[in-house]
């Protein structure tokens, strides 16, 4: 599945220069992966809270292409796949206007958050994971 979360850039997002500091980046894709969660219908509240499974990023990856300035609307691209019971990743494509900004990728793995072991991803996400929601 691919979903799309547009937002302007802010200037408190921008460095010196003008452009777009590069974790903020990561963290707009932070917020495109929550409004895809919340679309596919994913109760965000349980999700991300304190529950019998944790499911946290355990790598992070981001290359540039070309900056962004506020103002721009920057346009995220997310697509998940399921890579195993207990782990999934997402790829992000930013864009603004035609142009390719940057690519993305986060991993992510289900764990219990007690004794840290990894389980099985809640199945509420696996209708995301397919597509199918």
């Known amino acids: 599945m ?16 003008g452009v777009v500091y590069f974790s903020n980046l990561l ?9 895809a969660l919340a679309d596919a219908g994913v109760n965000l509240g ?3 809270g304190a529950g019998a499974i944790a499911v946290p990023i355990v790598h ?11 103002g721009d609307l920057a346009c995220v691209q997310v697509a998940p796949t399921g890579l195993a019971e207990h ?3 997402i790829a992000y494509q930013i864009h603004h206007q035609d142009v390719l900004i940057a690519t993305a990728q986060t991993l992510h793995c289900a764990i219990d958050p007690v004794t840290r ?6 199945a509420d996400l696996q209708p995301w994971l397919r597509g199918s929601n």
Do not use: M, N, W
Request: hydrophobic share 40%; aromatic share 16%; net charge neutral.
């Open 60 to 70: 992070a990856d981001i290359d540039f292409r070309s900056p962004l300035r506020c």
């Open 117 to 122: 072991q990894t389980v099985a991803l809640p």
């Open 2 to 17: 691919r979903f799309t979360y547009s937002r302007p850039i802010r200037f408190g997002e921008t460095d010196g220069a």
């Open 87 to 89: 782990k999934f990743a």
């Open 46 to 48: 349980q999700f991300f």
């Open 27 to 35: 963290s707009l894709c932070h917020e495109a992966y929550e409004a």
